[in-house]
């Protein structure tokens, strides 16, 4: 399981080559070297270690418990399992497979962040030969910075995920990916079924994909993640502050290496950015959305599970631990894209969607994704009887 020790006690970025391929730097096309980022992103995947495929029987076995959960899952949500009408294909995925994946399906917002964290994070004016050449070293590592945050991201949820939706972050296809190894390694550790702790993932998976497929809730994410990247504050004194003590007139090529690694080892440092009060106003809204997704998909789950696993109430007591047990790298990823699921927020959605279905019905809760003004505010998921309120206040005749 994840701890809560020191991003420093496995540091991810250890041991790369930084200047075997600092000459590529100077030649890497857009924001972000993404090349880099994949190799980065498979070795902190597989640890380095050849990586066996998965068994054939595992995938049978796994085809036949996704068919199970997609039948129970629209049986209680009423809504497709895919976009546009398309059937969800869950796969067996290998660590580095999920990886590839993930790069590509969060690729949209990495490099928009990137774009971002390009504006102003250059040194001040320079005067002297050391402070030019710093000048352009940082030109160079910029790329390389983003392609190491990106394959840290990719990598590092690749070694706990179980499938797509480690963080509830809309896909762009109906394709999910099952890590089988991860669920494997989850059972044996606790002592459950592997059939049941899969058939729970395939549920999850499933219930989270459907609500995250309709329109005006992939829009509504879609347009938060942006907004957030988009409020990133670089910050160039900050960012200059840390390089401006390398000693790049030592000659000692191995000496340059050791000292990059050390500027570069703590992820907080490769943005070089803040927190913004841009960011901290879109924040309500995404917390609204996040707890609302969260709090109904957990209620599927659980009335899928509590008929189908014999297990059930040991497997989600464990899941709930494993959820809020969080590493270093977890919070790298939730301060990256404004995406952190807390016991509050996961209590809040629990309390609204119980709070709806104790004032109305299940029907009356399904509006939330056949309506797109049925998103509740962030006051609403406090006080569910106001949106109830509000969702049947009658249209207003605009003739």
């Known amino acids: 399981m994840a701890s809560d020790d020191s991003f420093d006690e ?53 085809a036949e418990l996704v068919r199970v959960a997609e039948l129970h899952v629209a049986n209680i949500t009423s809504l497709e399992t895919g976009s546009s009408g398309q059937r969800v294909s869950l796969e067996a995925a290998t660590r580095s497979e999920w990886a590839s994946a993930t790069l590509e399906a969060y690729r949209p917002l990495l490099d928009r962040l990137a774009e971002r964290l390009t504006q102003g994070t250059l040194p001040s004016e320079v005067s002297d030969a050391d402070a030019q050449i710093l000048d352009g070293l940082l030109r160079a590592l910029n790329p390389m910075m983003m392609a190491m945050s990106a394959g840290s991201i990719a990598g590092h949820l690749a070694t706990k995920a179980f499938g797509n939706y480690v963080l509830p972050i809309p896909r762009p296809d109906d394709r999910i990916l099952i890590l089988i190894d991860n669920i494997e390694a989850f059972a044996e550790e606790w002592s459950l079924p592997s059939e049941d702790v899969q058939l729970w993932v395939c549920v999850s998976e499933v219930a989270t994909h459907s609500v995250l497929s309709v329109n005006h809730v992939k829009t509504a994410f879609e347009q938060l993640l942006q907004r957030y990247v988009d409020g990133f504050q670089t910050d160039p004194r900050g960012f200059e502050d840390r390089f401006m003590d390398l000693d790049i007139g030592s000659g000692d090529p191995a000496d340059l290496q050791q000292q990059l690694q050390s500027a570069l080892s703590d992820p907080e440092n490769l943005l070089g950015a803040l927190r913004s009060d841009a960011q901290s106003a879109v924040i309500p809204d995404l917390e609204a959305l996040l707890a609302v997704v969260v709090g109904y998909v957990d209620y599927v789950v659980e009335k899928v599970g509590r008929g189908l696993l014999g297990s059930y109430d040991s ?58 003004k049925a998103l509740p505010t962030p006051n609403e998921v406090d006080a569910p009887g106001l949106w109830l309120a509000r969702i049947d206040l009658p249209e207003l005749d605009q003739g």
Do not use: C, M
Not at 317 to 324: G, K, N, T
Not at 350 to 360: K, Y
């Open 10 to 62: 496995d540091n991810p970025f250890g041991g790369l080559p930084f200047l075997g391929d600092l000459g590529k730097l100077f030649n890497a096309q857009g924001p972000i070297a993404w090349d880099v980022a994949r190799q980065f992103a498979y070795q902190i995947a597989t640890e380095g270690k050849p990586e066996a495929n998965v068994d054939p029987l595992q995938r049978t076995k796994l």
């Open 315 to 372: 497997l989600s007591e464990v899941v709930r631990r494993r959820r809020f047990t969080t590493s270093a790298g977890d919070q790298f990823v939730e301060k990256l894209f404004g995406v952190e699921i807390t016991a509050d927020l996961v209590d809040r959605g629990s309390t609204f969607i119980s709070g709806v279905l104790d004032r109305a019905d299940e029907v009356t809760l399904a509006r939330l994704w056949n309506d797109p």
